[in-house]
């Protein structure tokens, strides 16, 4: 059954940097359009970096552009999301997600039928 797993996430102080990592289970899952998003209580859930089936070509929110860094190791079937200066409004649950049968980048959330459980990031002033 496919299945995403996410973890990094905890608490750090403004300008530090955190690594979430997301495994992916099932046959070729990872070798899928993926993405991370978040969602801040009371928020919608936003898309903060995709990545297409290789990993090769990359999206960010605007938000975050030039701070995260998605990436992904196909042999380890996982994905990751390098958060650097980090902010207290990054603070959120972080989500792995996987758009099976799509592969460039896909940036509606609609379109992504897969996701992990989520992993909740602090960032405290």
């Known amino acids: 059954q496919a299945q995403l797993v996410e973890s990094g996430g905890g608490l750090v102080q403004a300008g530090g940097s955190l690594r979430l990592s997301c495994v992916a289970s099932?046959?070729?899952?990872?070798?899928?359009?993926m993405g991370w998003f978040r969602q801040a209580p009371g928020q919608e859930r936003e898309l903060v970096a995709a990545?297409?089936?290789?990993?090769?070509?990359?999206s960010y929110g605007d938000s975050v552009e030039g701070r995260f860094t998605i990436s992904k190791d196909r042999r380890k079937n996982t994905v990751f999301l390098q958060m650097n200066s980090l902010k207290p409004e990054d603070t959120a649950v972080y989500y792995c997600?996987?758009?099976?049968?799509?592969?460039?980048?896909?940036?509606?959330?609609?379109?992504?039928?897969?996701w992990g459980q989520g992993t909740q990031v602090t960032v405290s002033s």
């Open positions: 990545a297409n089936w290789d990993g090769g070509a990359t």
């Open positions: 997600a996987a758009a099976p049968g799509r592969y460039g980048i896909v940036p509606l959330r609609r379109d992504y039928g897969i």
């Open positions: 099932g046959r070729g899952l990872s070798d899928n359009a």
